[in-house]
């Protein structure tokens, strides 16, 4: 709803979507557990910001807060909280991101270790042991650009959104920094599921493949 498709990190029409930082611009996407990680996770995009705060990826459509990966004061922004949205220890790193720029961002969480990591470009920016064996909160629908009930929305566009069940590793993020890039076998568990793109907003599913999700496990894109 409200979005349109833009030039990618790659300079190709049609390799993002343009959000237009407005209440009614964002893509939804239904959870009926294909987007539940559940114990350990990873959260994985580019960003391209053209306002300073709106959500990236975020659980849970309105109300009380889910697991969520945003852009706030111009930073990125990540909260792994509990499955009954209890509030975890924020993320938030100190890197200013200069607006009308590609960034390749994201955010992790360890279940075993209670470590969670936000990730710039490939590297790891900030580390914060929030509390090992948490439950997050990733039952419910996802929304990108805009939170109902919350008055920032994200001006910017983003692509290549991808999710894991698996806190990765520096190698295995720059592995899948870029689609069909990488050799997977080393990523590889025992249940693979992969759900291609689909995007229920622009009524479409035959889009470029750049928001992917990969849940149980990456796979080729």
Same mark, same amino acid.
Request: with cysteine; net charge positive.
């Given at each position: 709803?409200? /979005?349109?498709?833009?030039?990618?990190?790659?300079?190709?029409?049609? $390799? =993002?979507? !343009?959000?237009? *930082?407005?209440?009614? #611009?964002?893509?939804? @996407? +239904?959870?009926? *557990?294909?987007?539940?990680?559940? &114990?350990?996770?990873?959260?994985?995009?580019?960003? &391209?910001? !053209?306002?300073?705060? $709106?959500?990236?990826?975020?659980?849970?459509?309105?109300?009380?807060?889910? /697991?969520?990966?945003?852009? /706030?004061? *111009?930073? %990125?922004?990540?909260?792994?909280?509990?499955?009954? &949205?209890? @509030?975890? +220890?924020?993320?938030?790193?100190?890197?200013?991101?200069? %607006?009308? !720029?590609?960034?390749?961002?994201?955010?992790?969480?360890?279940?075993?270790?209670?470590?969670?990591?936000?990730? %710039?470009?490939?590297?790891?920016?900030?580390?914060?042991?929030?509390?090992?064996?948490?439950?997050?909160?990733?039952?419910? #629908?996802?929304?990108?650009?805009?939170?109902?009930?919350?008055?920032?929305?994200?001006?910017?566009?983003?692509?290549?959104?991808?999710?894991?069940? /698996?806190?990765?590793?520096?190698? !295995?993020?720059?592995?899948?920094?870029?689609?069909?890039?990488?050799?997977? #076998? @080393?990523?590889?568990?025992?249940?693979?599921?992969?759900?291609?793109?689909?995007? +229920? =907003? %622009? $009524?479409?599913?035959?889009? +470029?493949?750049?928001?992917?999700?990969?849940?149980? *496990?990456? =796979?080729? @894109?």
């Amino acid at each position: 709803m409200g /979005v349109h498709l833009e030039a990618g990190p790659d300079g190709k029409a049609g $390799g =993002s979507y !343009q959000f237009e *930082g407005k209440a009614d #611009s964002y893509i939804e @996407f +239904p959870n009926n *557990g294909g987007l539940d990680a559940q &114990y350990s996770m990873t959260m994985l995009c580019w960003v &391209y910001p !053209q306002n300073l705060e $709106g959500p990236i990826f975020n659980y849970k459509t309105s109300g009380q807060w889910g /697991v969520h990966m945003w852009m /706030v004061a *111009g930073k %990125l922004f990540a909260r792994f909280n509990h499955r009954n &949205y209890a @509030f975890t +220890p924020h993320l938030l790193s100190n890197h200013l991101l200069p %607006l009308n !720029q590609w960034y390749y961002v994201g955010a992790s969480y360890d279940h075993n270790t209670g470590i969670a990591k936000l990730w %710039l470009n490939g590297q790891q920016v900030l580390q914060l042991n929030i509390g090992a064996k948490i439950i997050l909160g990733t039952q419910d #629908s996802v929304r990108m650009g805009a939170k109902g009930g919350d008055g920032r929305y994200l001006k910017g566009r983003v692509t290549d959104m991808k999710i894991y069940d /698996v806190a990765l590793t520096m190698e !295995q993020i720059n592995a899948v920094k870029h689609p069909n890039q990488g050799n997977f #076998s @080393f990523l590889s568990r025992a249940a693979l599921h992969y759900s291609s793109t689909w995007s +229920p =907003s %622009l $009524g479409a599913s035959n889009y +470029p493949i750049f928001l992917s999700w990969c849940i149980h *496990g990456p =796979s080729y @894109f």
